[in-house]
């Protein structure tokens, strides 16, 4: 149980484009996501919080129109990076709970790079 | 401050052996939880066990046992009988109070040598 997707794995765009990336609860109605970014060798950072049919909350010095969060169902969370640059290039990790205090289940992960 | 403190940054252990990956935290809610993740290469992160503030007992699960210890504020990982495919990076992370967000270390580097 508690299995989290994400799609796509991996994606290369060119700059100035916009790239979707899902995040989807297979197994359970996740009440709350998470946004996580991670550079090379580096820990998580949160980036933002949401839950279902709310807005996002954002952490301080992320962009919340650069980067837009969806999430209008249990199941389903959407970040979409708007007008990518290269130095959007990143790990993006979505988590997933059934509560805001339950434990956090991850996806696999998207690596983007922007050319 | 660092509320997550993680002091290893690499560790090398030998097949076989049981490991030790420290982690402490610094927090004055006398709520709270910890959490131990894995992350392979493959870049997933991997939930291992959980241990609440108020819990009596260490949390054990499988070859994963955690060794709180309260008064210091430490919340230390052991890896029983390592294996080879133990080789990632762990993070050690907490959520505070009733707050949604989990704050991670930095993590540890293991290497289980053959």
């Known amino acids: 149980g508690a299995v989290v997707s994400q799609h796509p794995s991996w994606v290369i765009c060119k700059s100035g484009t916009s790239v979707k990336i899902e995040c989807r609860s297979l197994?359970?109605?996740?009440?709350?996501m998470f946004w996580y970014r991670q550079f090379p060798k580096q820990s998580l950072m949160l980036m933002a919080t949401s839950n279902e049919g709310s807005k996002a909350t954002y952490e301080q010095g992320v962009e919340k129109d650069k980067f837009l969060i969806n999430h209008a169902s249990l199941t389903l969370s959407t970040l979409t990076v708007t007008s990518a640059h290269p130095e959007d290039s990143s790990f993006y990790i979505c988590s997933a709970s059934q509560g805001p205090v339950d434990t956090q289940y991850f996806g696999p992960g998207t690596r983007l790079l922007v050319l | 401050a660092q509320k997550i403190t993680q002091t290893q940054p690499g560790m090398f252990v030998q097949e076989k052996e049981a490991v030790t990956l420290d982690c402490t935290y610094d927090?004055?809610?006398?709520?709270?939880?910890l959490f131990w993740y894995k992350q392979p290469s493959s870049g997933e992160m991997i939930f291992l066990i959980y241990q609440g503030s108020y819990d009596q007992q260490n949390a054990t699960e499988g070859r994963y046992s955690l060794n709180f210890q309260k008064a210091r504020k430490s919340a230390n990982l052991v890896i029983s009988a390592s294996q080879l495919g133990d080789s990632a990076m762990y993070f050690c992370?907490?959520?505070?109070?009733?707050?949604?967000?989990?704050?991670f270390g930095t993590g540890t580097r293991l290497t289980i040598i053959p």
């Open positions: 197994d359970f109605q996740a009440t709350t």
């Open positions: 992370a907490m959520r505070e109070g009733g707050k949604e967000k989990l704050t």
């Open positions: 927090t004055s809610d006398p709520s709270y939880g």
